[in-house]
């Protein structure tokens, strides 16, 4: 049994920031990557922004410089920052965690059920 909640999502106008948040609990041995993931009506699910155990984050290239990933190891938290907000960014936010429910067992991959992010032109 593991679940990811986001939180956070909302209306702001362009040029604002919203944080979100997405907590993972559960059964967890160990958390690898995480991310944040966003979907647009009638496109495909993109990677946003993803932040590995022990390496360097990684952005796509539409929202470098603006958005910023972060997590709380102690929390099983991941964070996305967003600033300078603009209307193509709306979508729905889902959060993603590959992780290791026990020690001998392979890691597998969860998903948050998504959280609304709306940009005003």
């Known amino acids: 049994q593991v679940q990811l909640v986001e939180s956070g999502g909302g209306l702001v106008q362009a040029g604002g920031s919203l944080r979100l948040s997405c907590a993972a609990s559960g059964s967890i041995f160990s958390i690898n990557a995480m991310g944040w993931y966003r979907q647009a009506p009638g496109k495909q699910r993109e990677l946003v922004a993803v932040?590995?155990?022990?390496?360097?984050?990684n952005y796509a290239d539409s929202v470098k410089g603006r958005f910023t990933i972060s997590r709380d190891n102690a929390k099983n938290t991941v964070y996305l920052q967003m600033n300078s907000l603009k209307p193509e960014d709306t979508a729905i936010y889902y959060c993603?965690?590959?992780?290791?429910?026990?020690?001998?067992?392979?890691?597998?991959?969860?998903w948050g059920q998504g959280t609304q992010v709306t940009v005003s032109s």
């Open positions: 932040i590995p155990s022990g390496g360097s984050t």
């Open positions: 993603n965690a590959d992780l290791h429910r026990y020690w001998w067992a392979s890691s597998d991959r969860y």
